[in-house]
């Protein structure tokens, strides 16, 4: 099971940053995705992370902004988000996909609850 939390409101400009634990089992093996759904819009991929944490991936609309890092030891992946802007509003989910990362949501098998960021302009 996936658990994001760290989610919050936030003015324009400011930081948060979103945590994702397992529990059940052991995330060293799995690559791990972080996607956000805004009212009314698609879910879209924002950021993956190799098994490894060799390789980071980030969507256009964030990067430079948002970092994805994983500490194996504590089971958990983050999501640090800087300078945040008001388009950035939306519910967060990590997920861990079958086999590598990919910005295809039906391309991840597990999934976490989702956590609320709402950024204020």
């Known amino acids: 099971q996936l658990q994001a939390s760290g989610g919050g409101l936030v003015q324009a400009g400011g930081s948060l940053r979103l945590s994702c634990a397992a529990s059940g089992f052991t995330l060293d093996y799995y690559a791990i995705g972080w996607f956000r759904q805004a009212p009314g819009k698609e879910r879209e991929g924002v950021s993956c992370?190799?098994?490894?944490?060799?390789?980071?991936y980030y969507a256009d609309s964030v990067k430079g902004r948002f970092t994805i890092s994983r500490d194996n030891a504590k089971n958990t992946v983050y999501l640090q988000m800087n300078s945040l802007k008001p388009e950035d509003t939306a519910v967060y989910y990590c997920?861990?996909?079958?086999?590598?990362?990919?910005?295809?949501?039906?391309?991840?098998?597990?999934w976490g609850q989702g956590t609320q960021v709402t950024v204020s302009s």
């Open positions: 997920a861990a996909p079958k086999y590598m990362c990919s910005w295809y949501s039906y391309e991840f098998d597990y």
């Open positions: 992370i190799s098994s490894s944490g060799g390789s980071t």
